[in-house]
């Protein structure tokens, strides 16, 4: 893949009019575009140009459903995305955030509030540091992407998520309620241990970086040089 390009808002929508309208409504605002009608012309834009500052995706396209094309993107991107959908019932809306949608408009929509959601998008795509590294570890926010000693390890959204917090908090003790709270934006029940699990892979994908997470029995984690 080509090194990420946070210049470009991506538009994914099959329907002509609804996809120029949209071109001319954030050009006119001054942001550089790129367009697919399809989720393959999305894929291979992505592949080209990296990933976008920002994603518009329709859900109902020609070769796919939208909501599986954020699924795909949820297992390697955080990058910032807003649905827009004519399913419009509660169930549609808090599947499509919950698989990893930040906003979602149904359709028709105010153009004033289509431009405000991909602001909003944009603002927080900005905050968002280009590069955290720590040692060999380098992780790239916007993307998703993890790389020891400069190969992808290939994480998970929950996985990057997880290993940004150590990262951004080296030797530092994180307790195991707020981690899950972060990662899975719920409480941690006692009985769960997927956190557990997570951690186990972590280290497994973490090897060979001189660090390791070490395990606070009851308490939490971190991540400390062996």
């Known amino acids: 893949m080509a090194t990420n390009n946070r210049g470009y808002i991506l538009l994914v929508e099959d329907d002509p009019m609804i996809q120029e309208h949209n071109r001319w409504l954030l050009e006119h605002k001054g942001h550089t575009l790129k367009q697919a009608y399809t989720l393959s012309e999305a894929r291979s834009i992505i592949e080209t140009e990296g990933m976008p500052r920002a994603i518009v995706l329709d859900?109902?396209?020609?070769?796919?459903?939208?909501?599986?094309?954020?699924?795909?993107l949820r297992?390697?991107?955080?990058?910032?995305?807003?649905?827009?959908s004519a399913n419009d019932t509660q169930e549609d809306i808090v599947k499509g955030l919950k698989i990893g949608g930040d906003h979602y408009l149904t359709k028709p929509y105010n153009e004033m509030i289509f431009t405000h959601h991909v602001e909003a998008l944009l603002r927080r795509s900005q905050i968002l540091p280009e590069v955290m590294a720590l040692g060999p570890i380098q992780l790239f926010p916007a993307s998703g992407n993890a790389f020891l000693n400069g190969e992808n390890i290939g994480l998970s959204q929950k996985e990057f998520a997880l290993l940004q917090q150590f990262v951004q908090y080296p030797n530092r003790l994180l307790l195991a309620k707020n981690l899950y709270q972060k990662v899975w934006n719920q409480e941690m029940f006692a009985e769960d241990t997927s956190l557990k699990r997570m951690i186990s892979r972590l280290r497994i994908k973490l090897t060979g970086s001189g660090y390791t997470i070490i395990s606070k029995y009851g308490i939490g984690y971190l991540l400390e040089k062996e």
């Open 75 to 84: 297992q390697t991107s955080n990058v910032p995305v807003l649905i827009l």
């Open 59 to 72: 859900i109902m396209l020609p070769d796919g459903d939208g909501i599986d094309f954020l699924n795909e």
